[in-house]
């Protein structure tokens, strides 16, 4: 069975730091950009950041520049998202998910993106 398996949430205090894990099994992120994503309550899920495949480039919005870093290691068929700096707007259901290309992870309409994940909960409270 092909999936993706997020990993890593949890409670954090403003300014903390967590890292998540998207691991996959039943095939190889080699070839597979990877996206993730968040939906807090009551909002639509959005982009957060993404990695590409072909040459490793990576991808932010606006909102985590600076304070989240993807990165990938294809020997462990693993996507990390190491975020730094989080706010309590950070506070959100984080999914992971792939594709061919990063090109379209921030059209909230694109549906391009595979293999979704059930999510993790990242809580960000004092």
């Known amino acids: 069975q092909m999936q993706l398996v997020e990993s890593g949430g949890g409670l954090v205090q403003p300014g903390g730091s967590l890292r998540l894990s998207c691991a996959a099994s039943g095939f190889t992120l080699d070839y597979r950009a990877i996206g993730w994503f968040r939906q807090a309550p009551g909002k639509e899920r959005e982009g957060v950041s993404c990695?590409?495949?072909?040459?490793?480039?990576?991808h932010y919005a606006e909102s985590v520049k600076g304070r989240f870093t993807i990165s990938r290691d294809n020997a462990k068929n693993t996507v990390y998202l190491q975020m730094n700096s989080l706010k309590p707007a950070d506070t959100a259901v984080y999914y992971c998910?792939?594709?061919?290309?990063?090109?379209?992870?921030?059209?909230?309409?694109?549906?391009?993106?595979?293999?979704w994940g059930k999510g993790t909960l990242v809580t960000v409270s004092s």
């Open positions: 998910a792939a594709d061919w290309t990063c090109g379209s992870y921030l059209d909230p309409y694109y549906q391009g993106f595979d293999y």
């Open positions: 990695i590409s495949s072909s040459d490793g480039s990576t």
